[in-house]
């Protein structure tokens, strides 16, 4: 049987932000990671294989990284800066890769500022950080360095399930809401709600999630039926 492919992904508006603070916010999350787990503590890179750094990174060698990402124009190659920063780092264990994904500092209406992580799907890492402490854990830490509008960790057979028509119709095994969701008082009380800055987390099950088990989606599918109806976008 195919192992369920967990992710995150928190997003959030236009936010132009300078290149060192998103420098500052990428450090802040690094060393919130390798407080949860050793998993964290090394990393590379995307296209930079073999040379490790081990967190924290020096600042000015997450900004380097960071200018690396920016986008530019195909005829002069200037900066396009409304499309902000973007870096992938990978973190190497002892039997997997985790993937993380950040693009930030972005402030054109067109294009969302992310936060993603692939979590790999099987291995002692896997049972190790595939837990639903870990999950919020790394949620927390998320909303912290990041101040999202939306997020959520789930799983791309959960997400299939689902279908969600947007990014912000999307429910998981755990799911962020900023304050700026305008009925967020309204939201299924079924699942386990915690609150998180502005705004609150909704976790689906204390156990380790599978798309499988009809109690878990049950509660994922009464989150998503609630962000379709607050969500102007699919309105």
Known sequence: MKSEAFFLRFLWGPRQEAVEKCAERVNSFLTALKAIDRTFFKLHKG???GKHFHVPIAPEEITRWLHEGVNRKDIGKAVIPELGYSV???FDSDDSF?????NCGVYSPWV??????EFPTKGRTADRILQSDTMIRIAKSTINSWNPDHGVITSHQCSDLLSP????SEAGWVTYLSGKHR???EAPKQLRIEDVGDGRLF??????????NSDHMKSVFALSTFLISDD???L
Do not use: D, G, W, Y
Not at 98 to 102: A, D, G, K, Q, S
Not at 165 to 168: I, R
Not at 203 to 212: G, H, L, N, P, Y
């Open 47 to 49: 296209n930079m294989k």
């Open 88 to 90: 992938t780092l990978i």
């Open 98 to 102: 985790i993937t993380l994904r950040i």
């Open 112 to 117: 969302t500022n992310v936060c993603a992580i």
């Open 165 to 168: 028509k947007t990014s912000l």
């Open 183 to 185: 009925r967020l008082s």
């Open 203 to 212: 976790i689906a099950t204390s156990e380790r999630f599978s798309s499988r």
């Open 232 to 234: 102007p976008e699919v």
